[in-house]
């Protein structure tokens, strides 16, 4: 397994920000991707994930309306894309293979950060 994703990406607020995350080693329709952030100091913390098979999405109620999830099966690439930045998105994003009952495929993407400052 691998999931291999973007760089760090610095954001002023306000903006917006993409990150991909390229799966490789598994069948990529066989598991969902969860989109998991780490802010600095603070634990980890469940954004939602995304059903590669058919684009069907599941959002924490924290990020409706400013989170979009991707999947294209194709290039067995995810992408999360958060809008309206505020310093406190600063986190390191991480997407994972997950089975959508509490076990992750190891290892994690490599979580790139996302430094949100003016």
């Known amino acids: 397994v691998q999931l291999v994703q973007s760089g760090a990406e610095l954001r002023n607020p306000g903006a917006s920000v993409k990150v991909s995350c390229k799966a490789s080693?598994?069948?990529?329709?066989?598991?969902?991707i969860d989109w998991v952030r780490q802010a600095p100091g603070q634990g980890l913390e469940w954004m939602g994930r995304?059903?590669?098979?058919?684009?069907?999405?599941k959002y924490a109620q924290k990020f409706q309306g400013r989170v979009t999830f991707t999947a294209d099966t194709s290039t067995t690439t995810a992408y999360v894309e958060l809008s309206s930045l505020r310093s406190e998105d600063t986190a390191k994003y991480y997407c994972?293979?997950?089975?959508?009952?509490?076990?992750?495929?190891?290892?994690w993407g490599q979580g790139p950060q996302v430094p949100v400052s003016p």
């Open positions: 995304i059903d590669p098979v058919d684009g069907h999405t």
């Open positions: 994972a293979g997950s089975d959508g009952f509490g076990t992750s495929l190891n290892p």
């Open positions: 080693g598994y069948t990529f329709t066989s598991y969902y």
